[in-house]
């Protein structure tokens, strides 16, 4: 008998938005995959392009509900944590893999940055916590920033053209601190092109994936990223496969973006290219 794959999902719950758990569920979901959350914070909207939202962390609730799936004997295919709610959950986070790992993937979006800078509310101290937390995965997703952030460099060459031999270099740099599969994401060779490099360390070989290039700035286009690309996973593509599908589906759902009048911080209408999201998966 076939099983459904189990996936434990650790962001924040950003009402307003589209980011986190309202992208990583609904993608998730559609993989065919069971998606199990872990909420971090309930914001009001998103941090990015929006003033005045509510923050209530979540941080005291994480062992309390860990302690009860316990009493249940419940276990997870993949752990998947994204935006954290304090730097305290990076201590609790890891600790949740530890429980709850098995044998099977631990993937670390270290959500914390982007464009050169670190998200408002997270202060210095929380990228060399989330570097650590980095250390306990399998597969690590930063985009160029983050990436900087995690190995204490400059955060000033996100934007490019980047060299063939700084992305690889990022990418084995980062593989050091322990994750076998490192993916990085804002990564462009050539003007009108952006997509992802992957390094898997069993082998070595580094891989790449591109699609067309939009100007500016498109909100929770990381999340997305990050639940296509777990999901090709746990439908058995392969860190190659996987990384296009999620790349194409980004494009898709930011094509999408630029053909409404909704403005950017509501994120993309990733709902809108599920179907081929599905078709790439074989699930439609
Ligand atoms: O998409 C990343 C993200 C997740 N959660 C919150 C955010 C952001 C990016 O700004 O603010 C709360």
Redesign the pocket.
């Known amino acids: 008998m076939k099983t459904q794959k189990k996936v434990c999902a650790i962001?924040?719950i950003?009402c307003v938005g589209r980011?986190?758990l309202t992208v990583a569920l609904p993608i998730l979901s559609a993989a065919g995959v069971e998606c199990s959350v872990l909420p971090t914070?309930v914001?009001s909207t998103?941090?990015?392009g929006f003033t005045g939202f509510t923050y209530r962390d979540l941080t005291e609730d994480i062992t309390p509900i860990s302690q009860h799936w316990q009493t249940l004997g419940i276990g997870f295919d993949a752990m998947y944590s994204?935006?954290l709610g304090s730097f305290e959950q990076l201590d609790l986070v890891a600790g949740l893999f530890d429980t709850y790992r098995g044998d099977g993937l631990v993937m670390v979006d270290p959500?914390m940055a982007?464009e050169g800078k670190l998200?408002g509310?997270y202060s210095p101290e929380m990228a060399q916590g989330m570097a650590k937390l980095c250390a306990k995965a399998d597969i690590i997703i930063p985009n160029l920033t983050e990436a900087a952030f995690i190995l204490g460099e400059p955060a000033d060459n996100w934007e490019g053209p980047h060299s063939e031999a700084f992305v690889t270099e990022t990418l084995r740099k980062l593989a050091k601190l322990g994750p076998s599969r490192v993916v990085l994401t804002g990564v462009t060779f050539e003007s009108g092109k952006i997509g992802a490099a992957a390094l898997d360390t069993v082998g070595g070989k580094v891989g790449y994936a591109f699609s067309k290039r939009a100007e500016g700035h498109f909100?929770?286009t990381?999340?997305t990223f990050g639940s296509a690309m777990l999901s090709g996973l746990l439908n058995d593509m392969s860190l190659q496969d996987s990384m296009q599908l999620a790349v194409d589906y980004v494009s898709a759902s930011i094509e999408l973006a630029l053909a409404t009048s909704r403005e950017r911080r509501y994120g993309v209408p990733f709902e809108q290219a599920l179907p081929m999201f599905m078709k790439r998966l074989g699930l439609l």
């Open positions: 962001h924040d950003s980011c986190s914070a914001l998103h941090t990015g994204g935006f959500v982007d998200y509310v909100h929770g990381g999340d």
